[in-house]
């Protein structure tokens, strides 16, 4: 076997650059496109017409035009690089991980300092 290999060539076990493996991901929500719907950023507790967008853009990204997920946790490596998604192997059977997600807040203030208002017009 070689002495060295960069982190950045698949290798066997899934430790490779395209091979990242994470587990046990929750859906919090599927979203659509703002061109489709202006409002995907409000919930049902939530009244205020706004988009899944904050104020100024998500850091060093932008704002999201296409459809999107919501997930719970972090994942693995910079922002812009996709990440692919598939179905559990194992089936989850525990409480958590069946218990029902009502969202009742998405907050849109800005990333970039401070940010007090969800909205433009506050």
């Avoid at 990242?20 to 979203?31: L, S």
């Avoid at 035009?65 to 910079?78: A, M, R």
């Avoid at 089936?91 to 009742?104: A, N, T």
């Amino acid at each position: 076997h070689p002495s060295r290999v960069q982190y950045t060539v698949a290798r066997a076990g899934q430790k490779g650059y395209h091979h990242r493996t994470e587990m046990n991901k929750k859906v919090y929500r599927v979203g659509t496109a703002v061109a489709k719907d202006p409002r995907n950023g409000t919930c049902k507790a939530d009244l205020t017409d706004k988009t899944i967008n904050p104020m100024g853009g998500f850091p060093r990204y932008g704002s999201v035009q296409n459809d999107f997920l919501i997930l719970k946790g972090c994942t693995p490596g910079p922002i812009k690089r996709p990440l692919t998604l598939r179905k559990t192997l194992v089936p989850q059977v525990s409480r958590k991980s069946q218990e029902k997600i009502e969202l009742k807040f998405i907050d849109t203030s800005s990333k970039m300092g401070h940010g007090r208002f969800q909205t433009f017009e506050e």
